[in-house]
């Protein structure tokens, strides 16, 4: 993995310009691109991708393009070229899971899409007053979310704005005078934060005006990370609007092994943002893709800012794509663990936690 090492600086910066300038119609070449720099520059993903016997140099089109299983992000390093590791983004999990770690080499660059991705769905940070309800994020400095909300609240310019675990009593207090501003409000809360915020008991008639005229949004992120019952997302959304007095619930998929994210308005239909797209595959045969509308199939992303990373990634999430082609839906997770990358990589001598195969 020597040859070509040298010049991986010139085309990893030639790449994210790329991304920052980017139109919908430069997706396809821009991923291939990237591919083929990631199948030289990234260790793992190349002898991933030579296990599977895959010819890189072949590839002409993004259904081709061997997606690496996320469960890698949990034992190895995945890294692009070698650029410095800034810090890393790490996953919550559950007690006892090994978390997923995902490298930060360009935080600005993860920042500068974040924005642009959320204010082509949304418009400016600055019409807004972001509160964040983010219970157990909050108590991991590792927090990707943590840390994009830390700085859409900085770019709003919001002196109310702000992080709350539990602190109901104040985050009422400020949202009531977020409400005498002309300034629209963003509460952004993990999903068992909103509901234990419903189960105190809290009367959300101060904001209704507010809601009927379109000044409020919430938008739940996250799920229940084993602190409460799972509940399906349309559950969720039901409960939510009918205590809350709201029309809809948005939301965000977003992940730790993911630098672009995506968004719905409401219902759970998802817009991937510009460097995002969803792929499908077949739940039983991770090579066989699913393609047709409304099917079930596994989750797999196509991630241009993941460009110090690995841009391609199979998930462990269950969705179904829109008749578009490009919105989507998340229905669920594997039930198995689905250890296939892991067991493929250790079969080959790659280790834990190492940055080449152990000898």
Not at 159 to 184: H, I, P, S, W
Not at 211 to 240: C, D, I, N, Q, Y
Not at 249 to 271: H, N, P, R, V
Not at 307 to 330: H, Q, Y
């Amino acid at each position: 993995m020597q040859s070509g090492n040298e010049d991986w600086e010139s085309l990893s910066l030639s790449l994210k310009n790329r991304v920052n300038q980017m139109q919908h119609a430069d997706f396809d070449n821009l991923a291939l691109d990237i591919f083929h720099y990631q199948s030289v520059h990234n260790p793992l993903y190349h002898l991933y991708v030579g296990l599977l016997g895959v010819d890189a140099a072949s590839i002409t089109k993004i259904s081709e393009i061997p997606f690496l299983p996320i469960e890698l992000f949990k034992n190895h390093l995945v890294q692009s070229g070698f650029a410095p590791i800034l810090f890393q983004f790490e996953s919550s999990g559950t007690t006892g899971q090994i978390p997923s770690k995902h490298i930060v080499c360009d935080p600005g660059f993860y920042q500068v899409q974040a924005q642009r991705i959320f204010e082509a769905n949304y418009g400016s940070l600055t019409d807004y007053h972001i509160f964040a309800l983010l219970p157990s994020y909050l108590e991991r400095s590792s927090s990707s979310l943590v840390f994009m909300m830390d700085y859409f609240i900085k770019q709003s310019g919001s002196e109310l704005a702000g992080f709350y675990l539990n602190q109901y009593d104040a985050l009422v207090d400020n949202l009531k005078a977020a409400l005498l501003t002309d300034r629209k409000i963003w509460l952004m809360g993990v999903t068992f934060g909103l509901l234990d915020w419903v189960d105190t008991g809290q009367d959300f008639t101060f904001w209704k005006d507010a809601v009927a005229s379109g000044r409020v949004m919430v938008m739940e992120t996250g799920g229940m990370k084993g602190r409460r019952e799972e509940w399906l997302r349309e559950e969720v959304h039901a409960f939510l609007q009918e205590k809350m007095y709201l029309p809809q619930i948005a939301s965000e998929y977003g992940m730790t092994e993911l630098f672009s994210q995506a968004y719905a308005d409401k219902e759970g239909i998802f817009t991937p943002g510009i460097s995002m797209r969803v792929l499908l595959r077949e739940v039983n045969d991770p090579f066989g893709q699913v393609t047709q509308a409304g099917r079930v199939g596994g989750i797999k992303v196509i991630d241009l800012a993941n460009i110090d990373s690995c841009a391609f990634i199979e998930t462990k999430d269950l969705g179904s794509l829109e008749a578009d082609g490009i919105r989507f839906k998340v229905l669920g997770r594997f039930d198995n663990s689905e250890q296939r990358g892991c067991n493929l990589m250790l079969a080959q001598g790659w280790g834990t936690s190492q940055e080449e195969p152990s000898s």
